[in-house]
């Protein structure tokens, strides 16, 4: 596997590639299951894998963990290495961003819903330092989390609007026994609250169950979902969201269209997020492939 760091390195690595057959699986480090997922599906349909280990500046709002983050660069290396991975690039800021820096990527509606009106300039700096990605590694298909959909969309928003020439993969979310999503985030809390936190993958599952019941009144799903929530005191929900998979608009009416069954609270000082596809069956690569997103 070979480790590279400058954009000259990475450039002549990828002139070299005789494959138009190119997994990308870009990441911020902190490798986990879910990580591997994403890494395990480009290794099982494309000739050679490049992975991205950068914690992105730019997609942390001023006084948030960007410090904190957790970085194992050595683990993470060993990690990719063992699951076939045959390029990574792990640039400094300096690299990405070097002196005089100054386009931004903005994808406006979907950016401005849910995660972003919480976390402004965040998708900007995500859909930013992707599309550098895909510039440099130019691969066939590039593989995103479920855990995080509102990126999903707004990467595929870009990718249409800027006519980049790969396809978006998406894989399921990887969840502890529990049913906690992982998330490098995860080792910030205690164990009172890592016990506690499990309850938003429960208020998702409640939700889809009264769906599967026959409900579909997009009131009364979200009211579901948040009255779980709401039943532990050291969880503060931040929103519950129905919306349009595609769009990311609030749904009003009754639907059998699909909706994407969304969350986001707090435990303490760490946030966390979780979705779900309505019906639970497109909870699948197949399904989220084809659901997410335009
Ligand atoms: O999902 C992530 O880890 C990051 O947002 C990404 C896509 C690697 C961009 O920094």
Redesign the pocket.
Known sequence: MQVVETVDELRRARAALRTRRIGLA???GALHAGHMSLVEAARAENRFVIA?I?V?PT?FEPGTDLNQYPRDLPRDLAILEAAGCDLVFTPTPEVVYPRGFQTTVTVSEVSQVLEGARRPGHFQG?AT??AKYFNLTQPKTAY??QK?AQ?VVVIRRMVRDLNMPLKIAVCPTVREPDGLAMSSRNVYLNPRQREQSAVLYRALQKAARAYEAGERNPNRLRRIARDVLEAYDGIAPEYVSLAHPRTLQELNNPTDAPMLLSLAARMGTTRLIDNVLLPPHLNTREGLTATLGV
């Open positions: 870009p990441t911020m991205t950068f992105n997609q995500v330092v992707v995103f989390g995080d990126q």
